[in-house]
T-cell receptor, first 114, second 114 residues
């Protein structure tokens, strides 16, 4: 079974600075996808960024980028120029196998300090 | 752009009652996933449907059942409700093979069992 581990239950960052959230996963599959979802206090699940395992290039979406290390099974999220609106719970998620259901980590609660 | 619609948004039931949650996926999405998120927990996969057929099953109690209809909307039926069923229930939809199986989440149904 696939597992996703987020070792940082909480992180904080100053507004305008950069923060990196860590995620590791375990799988025996070769074809899979990795995601970061953001869950603000409204509890809506918002897709932040996606990475295909077969792509070596790290995904980037505006201020959000990932560091995907396939051999190490590591998938970290970097948030640059942090904004107050970035404050939320961030979930790392794995999708693969025959159905591509999402397996989530326990989440990292990000606080942005003004 | 159209999003995933869930109804009702909030539901309060008593123990041993029955609840029905509805999900309307994004148009042209052929796959629906149901997730349960308990307080302070990560979302857990319950069940999924592809083209109106059950495609995968997770840790869904036998008291729960679900189906996907000809118009692709899905319903999650929960019977003999227990206090532990109180949670946020998400529906997510995706279009198979599209954009790395990205799943788009609805706003969730908050179920409270008293």
């Amino acid at each position: 079974a696939q597992t996703v581990t987020q070792s940082q239950p909480e992180m904080s960052v100053q507004e305008a600075e950069t923060v990196t959230l860590s995620c590791t996963y375990d799988t025996s599959e070769s074809d899979y996808y990795l995601f970061w979802y953001k869950q603000p206090p409204s509890r809506q699940m918002i897709l932040v960024i996606r990475q295909e395992a077969y792509k070596q290039q790290n995904a980037t979406e505006n201020r959000f980028s990932v560091n995907f290390q396939k051999a190490a099974k590591s998938f970290s999220l970097k948030i640059s120029d942090s904004q107050l609106g970035d404050a939320a719970m961030y979930f790392c998620a794995y999708s693969g196998g025959s159905n591509y259901k999402l397996t989530f980590g326990k989440g990292t609660l990000l606080t942005v300090n003004p | 752009a159209a999003g995933v619609i869930q109804s009702p948004r909030h539901l309060i039931k008593e123990k041993r009652e029955t609840a029905t949650l509805k999900c309307y996926p994004i148009p042209r999405h052929d796959t629906v996933y149901w997730y349960q998120q308990g307080p302070g927990q990560d979302p857990q996969f319950l069940i999924s449907f592809y083209e109106k057929m059950q495609s995968d099953k997770g840790s869904i109690p036998d008291r729960f059942s679900a189906q996907q209809f000809s118009d692709y909307h899905s319903e999650l039926n929960m019977s003999s409700l227990e206090l532990g069923d109180s949670a946020l229930y998400f529906c997510a939809s995706s279009r198979n093979w599209d954009r790395g199986y990205e799943q788009y989440f609805g706003p969730g149904t908050r179920l409270t069992v008293t």
